[in-house]
T-cell receptor
Framework: DAGVTQSPTHLIKTRGQQVTLRCSPK?????VSWYQQALGQGPQFIFQ???????QRGNFPDRFSGHQFPNYSSELNVNALLLGDSALYLC????????????????FGSGTRLTVV | GQQLNQSPQSMFIQEGEDVSMNCTSS?????WLWYKQDPGEGPVLLIA?????ELTSNGRLTAQFGITRKDSFLNISASIPSDVGIYFC???????????FGSGTQLTVLP
């Protein structure tokens, strides 16, 4: 049973460019959340997608956008990249009816390491 | 927004020793979660706590939900080399659709 799959695993981009990261949720999961993890920090919530809509958003600028497809997979897009966007981007999937209390049931992928130069 | 403060930031211990780390918050959490992250991997849930005062074990790991709902503790007994990694506390915030994570405790186990 495949877990959460993220691609690519590593990426190097130049300031000002745009990037798209991809996530396939765990089989049976219908909700995808994206987190940014800077070096030496805990993950920070970017947004969550369910039923192809953004349901909740963290404190990130509009340069960060996303999409969820009918097969529940998701993309994270970042425009006008800044050096500070360099981080590990984690995707977490869950099943909405278990996505809150009592068991968050999140499964995290291994992440995409983005380096902006 | 809500913030979680973890301490210590890093720990170096001998194999076989017990470990204790904690997490505090400026606001109340109704659920506390403890994750472990290995190098190159995403976080993996270790223990979930749902009631103030609750003490829950998972093998050599034991975690407690503080009575004030503003803190939690994680203990690891008889540490082994595979315990190496970063341990994060986390709790739901916003509309409970998002998790707030602490900054982590880096654990190194020396042979």
């Amino acid at each position: 049973d495949a877990g959460v799959t993220q691609s690519p695993t590593h990426l190097i981009k130049t300031r000002g460019q745009q990037v798209t990261l991809r996530c396939s949720p765990k089989s049976g999961h219908d909700t995808v959340s994206w987190y940014q993890q800077a070096l030496g920090q805990g993950p920070q919530f970017i947004f969550q997608y369910y039923e192809e809509e953004e349901r909740q958003r963290g404190n990130f600028p509009d340069r960060f956008s996303g999409h969820q497809f009918p097969n529940y997979s998701s993309e994270l897009n970042v425009n006008a990249l800044l050096l500070g966007d360099s981080a590990l981007y984690l995707c977490a999937s869950s099943l909405v009816r278990t996505g809150s209390f009592p068991n968050y049931g999140y499964t995290f992928g291994s992440g995409t390491r983005l380096t902006v130069v | 927004g809500q913030q979680l403060n973890q301490s210590p930031q890093s720990m170096f211990i001998q194999e076989g020793e017990d470990v204790s780390m904690n997490c505090t918050s400026s606001s109340i959490f109704n659920t506390w979660l403890w994750y472990k992250q290995d190098p190159g991997e995403g976080p993996v849930l270790l223990i979930a706590l749902y009631k103030a005062g609750e003490l829950t074990s998972n093998g050599r790991l034991t975690a407690q939900f503080g009575i004030t709902r503003k803190d939690s503790f994680l203990n690891i007994s008889a540490s082994i080399p595979s315990d190496v990694g970063i341990y994060f506390c986390a709790g739901p915030s916003g509309s409970a659709r998002q998790l707030t994570f602490g900054s982590g405790t880096q654990l190194t186990v020396l042979p």
